[in-house]
């Protein structure tokens, strides 16, 4: 079964600065998204970013963007300009062909923009 | 447009007896899908339903049961509710089954199993 990691429980950063989650996978597939989830105190899951792995252009968006290596397994979501609103818990995800439609999450980074 | 609703936002149950928990998908999506999430486990898949039909089941007893109704509306019931089902229940919608199409979440319905 697919597997995603993310090895930074807790991360901080001062607003207006600049931040790097991590996020590790592990599949034997070749074609498949990723994707990097926010999860606000509200509780609803919010797509931040998402990247197809035949795209070799890293996906960006707006103050989002990520690092895609698909060798190495590792897709990593950069945050610029931190706002007080990008506090939350970030999920990184997984979805490929063989896992039908669902979604394999890691176990999240909690954010904490610091003012 | 209406987002994912979930209803309702919060349950407290005893342990032994059912629940039934309810998402209606954004309009014009058919395809919706349940998570569970805890402190312990994460965010673990339950089922996929598609035009009334189960497409998949993620690794949880048979306690565990969902469906569709004609109009994309899910339901998912869990029976003799033990005290480790305690959690926040997410649902998705998306307009098909496939991986491109983007999924949509509710904000849950948190369960406390007392």
């Known amino acids: 079964a697919q597997t995603v990691t993310q090895s930074q429980p807790e991360m901080s950063v001062q607003e207006a600065e600049t931040v790097t989650l991590s996020c590790t996978y592990d599949?034997?597939?070749?074609?498949?998204?990723l994707f990097w989830y926010k999860q606000p105190p509200s509780r609803q899951m919010i797509l931040v970013i998402r990247q197809e792995a035949y795209k070799q252009q890293n996906a960006t968006e707006n103050r989002f963007s990520v690092n895609f290596q698909k060798a190495a397994k590792s897709f990593s979501l950069k945050i610029s300009d931190s706002q007080l609103g990008d506090a939350a818990m970030y999920f990184c995800?997984?979805?490929?062909w063989g896992t039908g439609n669902q979604f394999y999450f890691g176990t999240g980074t909690s954010l904490t923009v610091i003012p | 447009k209406a987002g994912v609703t979930q209803t309702p936002r919060y349950l407290i149950k005893t342990r032994g007896q059912q629940v039934t928990l309810s998402c209606s998908p954004i309009s014009g999506h058919r395809s919706v899908s349940w998570y569970q999430q805890t402190p312990g486990q994460g965010l673990q898949f339950l089922f996929e339903?598609?035009?009334?039909?189960?497409?998949n089941k993620g690794n949880f007893p048979g306690r565990f049961s969902g469906r569709q109704f004609s109009n994309s509306r899910s339901e998912m019931n869990v029976s003799t509710l033990e005290l480790g089902d305690s959690a926040l229940y997410l649902c998705a919608s998306s307009l098909g089954p496939t991986r491109e199409t983007e999924a949509f979440f509710g904000q849950g319905t948190r369960l406390t199993v007392v």
């Open positions: 599949t034997s597939e070749s074609d498949y998204y």
């Open positions: 995800a997984y979805r490929g």
């Open positions: 339903y598609f035009s009334e039909t189960q497409r």
